[in-house]
């Protein structure tokens, strides 16, 4: 299902292409309330102060995740039941505005985040 919904095999699965949302905007100011990102790659235009968003489920062990913060505030990354660079995914990790970071999926469902300088 491209275009929609999640890739099962992420970035990384040879000739398939990841699912892209494009103008996408973060919402709420916890993981109860953030917007659940269901691409592979999300480029997120408006975020306001203290908004997120939430990982998709790790589907694979190489499922990789790619968000751009295009707005205007730094945008919280949350994930449900997982770790962020070792960070419970309910506290999250920040991505500054204009930059992007790639999320790769480690052992035993946590996330290891690369955001970039």
């Known amino acids: 299902m491209l275009g929609s919904g999640w890739v099962s095999k992420g970035m ?3 000739s398939i292409a990841p699912a892209v949302s494009t ?3 973060a919402a709420g ?3 109860a309330d953030a ?8 480029m997120l235009g408006t975020v306001a ?3 997120g968003v939430i990982l998709p489920p790790i589907t694979d062990p190489q ?9 205007a505030n730094a945008v919280k990354v949350y994930g449900t039941g997982v770790t962020i ?3 419970a995914g309910a506290t999250g990790v920040s991505i500054p505005t204009l930059k992007s970071a790639l999320f790769l999926a480690a052992s035993g469902g946590s996330w290891v985040a690369v955001i970039s300088a």
């Not at 917007?35 to 999300?42: E, G, N, P, S, Y």
């Open 29 to 31: 100011s916890t993981i």
């Open 49 to 51: 102060a203290s908004q």
């Open 35 to 42: 917007t659940q990102l269901r691409a592979d790659v999300a």
């Open 23 to 25: 103008a996408l905007s």
């Open 12 to 14: 990384w699965a040879g």
């Open 63 to 71: 499922h990789t995740v790619a968000i751009y913060n295009g707005g």
């Open 85 to 87: 660079n070792g960070i």
